[in-house]
């Protein structure tokens, strides 16, 4: 879906929830090879049930860039990704957990960029129980509307 939406259309406190996606092995065992990041308390599921969280845990990269595919249903022509800031892997994911993204736009912010402004999204991964199991803000550089004024 396509929407545009200039700086000045965001309501701070609006927030969306995507619908959910379940974590599978396949999904450990993919991102593992792509990235080269076999370490033992993802793939080896013997090692892991000696220890205390007694079985496999989702890369926090995998749960971070599924999550962050899940939010990005929207098109905006006027708006791209400009980053991510405060990257926290809260409880861990475990193959057949089932998470959903909450989004909000939590500010925002003056840019150097002319006729642009930062926007500032709080991204929230949830897993069945609504436990938060990650959390972000996604930077979003947004053209201001033509004519609009700074703050």
């Known amino acids: 879906m396509i929407i545009e939406k200039h700086l000045e ?13 379940t974590v599978t092995e396949a999904d450990i065992i993919m991102h593992a090879g792509q990235t080269g990041d076999w370490y033992p308390h993802h793939v ?7 220890q205390p969280f007694k079985q496999r845990i989702a ?9 962050i595919g ?16 405060r990257l926290r892997f809260i409880r861990p994911t475990f193959i057949g ?3 959903r993204v909450r989004t909000t736009y939590k500010a925002i912010r003056e840019h150097k960029t002319p006729g642009h402004g930062l926007l500032v999204e709080g991204v929230e991964v949830l897993n069945q129980h609504d ?4 959390a972000c803000e996604h930077l979003h550089l947004v053209k ?6 700074t703050a």
């Open 44 to 50: 080896d599921a013997p090692w892991c049930a000696t």
């Open 9 to 21: 259309d965001h309501v701070i406190g609006e927030s969306h929830v995507t619908t959910g996606r």
């Open 97 to 99: 957990d089932t998470i």
């Open 59 to 67: 890369h926090g990269t995998l749960v971070f860039s599924v999550g």
């Open 144 to 149: 201001r509307r033509p004519g609009a004024q």
């Open 70 to 85: 899940m939010a990005a249903s929207v098109i905006n022509p006027h708006s791209m990704s400009y980053g991510y800031d």
């Open 131 to 134: 436990e938060v199991v990650l």
